[in-house]
């Protein structure tokens, strides 16, 4: 793969064992983008990185010289201002646990970065999480600063609910598991960690599935609704 290179100080680089295999691919990549005057120092500049970096930080490196080298980036066509490329797929396992993918534009994405910066770095030189473990952690964070905003939308004059299902006995006893309107399950422990943090408003249903008693936590009432 070296041997493909041009460059004697790229071939010696890999031949002494400082370039991986990912290290080529980063320096083949980036070369290939940069502009042919700027080659030769973003050659320098990489091979003194990889001394020190591993090939995923010595990518981010190489990113950030292509921006600095073409700061303006592409003028975006007028589809692209109108309708930028965004897509988000959730899906929910079967242990309630969610995977999230998707993709979002670029100026988006830097918004995103600035959230999740502050919030992802180690809490001390003790913190053992990876960086996608603080990166986790961080956008869980956001969501909590998101639901909690005054700007948070609402949908039929409320708020964005959860609607959780289980026995009385399953509650009290913190056993099972409770169905969660729309699709998946939680755990009693985190139906109860989040009824904690959030205005509860407890149904309990007679015969038929009827309603029979609701009331938030101050108290109970029956209703009309509970007769039919």
Request: net charge positive.
């Amino acid at each position: 793969h070296a041997e493909l290179f041009r460059s004697r100080q790229i071939r010696e680089a890999a031949g002494a064992g400082v370039l991986s295999r990912l290290h080529l691919n980063v320096i083949g990549k980036t070369l290939d983008e940069a502009p042919e005057v700027d080659r030769d120092k973003v050659e320098a500049v990489l091979l003194e990185n990889a001394v020190e970096f591993d090939g995923a930080r010595l990518k981010a490196i190489g990113l950030r010289i292509l921006q600095l080298l073409d700061q303006d980036g592409k003028a975006p066509d007028d589809r692209e201002l109108a309708r930028p490329e965004r897509e988000l797929s959730v899906e929910t396992r079967r242990d309630g646990s969610v995977v999230i993918r998707g993709r979002i534009d670029a100026e988006a994405g830097a918004g995103l970065e600035a959230l999740l910066s502050p919030l992802a770095k180690p809490t001390s030189g003790k913190d053992s999480r990876t960086l996608v473990e603080r990166q986790g952690d961080a956008l869980v964070e956001i969501i909590g600063m998101a639901a909690a905003s005054e700007d948070l939308p609402v949908e039929g004059g409320e708020r964005p609910h959860l609607a959780l299902t289980m026995s009385m006995a399953e509650f009290e006893q913190r056993k099972a598991t409770a169905r969660i309107e729309g699709g998946g399950v939680l755990n009693v422990h985190s139906v109860r960690r989040i009824g904690c943090d959030s205005k509860v408003m407890r149904v309990i249903l007679g015969r038929g599935r009827r309603c029979w008693m609701w009331g938030g936590p101050g108290g109970r009432s029956r209703g009309r609704s509970g007769r039919r």
